[in-house]
């Protein structure tokens, strides 16, 4: 079982740049897919971005692809977005989310999910 804890989310004008972080608790932080998603308010949550295991395979959304990078250091546990040029359309809640397995997009195939964090851009 993983316990996920995002941080880094606040306030940005338009064109800036924030770094979101994710610490996992347990062992087996290693074996799961990570990923990123997001939600507007009155929208459904989102894909934004997901890495497998090793950091070896990445995928993004076509929304943000070029502007955000995800990274993971299983060292330490830990998942981060760093996100670049941010429009106020990346508006949201942004969670961390862990998956044993299947598509990176799938939301449904994530597991363990953080309470997210609230990333607002001003334009």
């Known amino acids: 079982q993983a316990q996920l804890v995002e941080s880094g989310g606040g306030l940005v004008q338009a064109g800036g740049s924030l770094r979101l972080s994710c610490a996992a608790a347990?062992?087996?932080?290693?074996?799961?897919?990570m990923g990123w998603f997001r939600q507007a308010p009155g929208k459904e949550r989102e894909f934004v971005a997901a890495i497998n295991w090793n950091g070896g395979a990445t995928d993004y959304a076509d929304s943000v692809k070029g502007r955000f990078t995800i990274s993971r250091d299983n060292a330490q546990n830990t998942v981060t977005l760093q996100m670049n040029s941010l429009k106020s359309e990346d508006t949201a809640v942004y969670y961390c989310?862990?998956?044993?397995?299947?598509?990176?997009?799938?939301?449904?195939?994530?597991?363990?999910w953080g309470q997210g964090t609230q990333v607002t851009v001003s334009s």
């Open positions: 989310a862990a998956s044993n397995g299947g598509s990176f997009r799938w939301l449904a195939a994530y597991l363990y």
């Open positions: 347990g062992r087996t932080f290693s074996r799961y897919i």
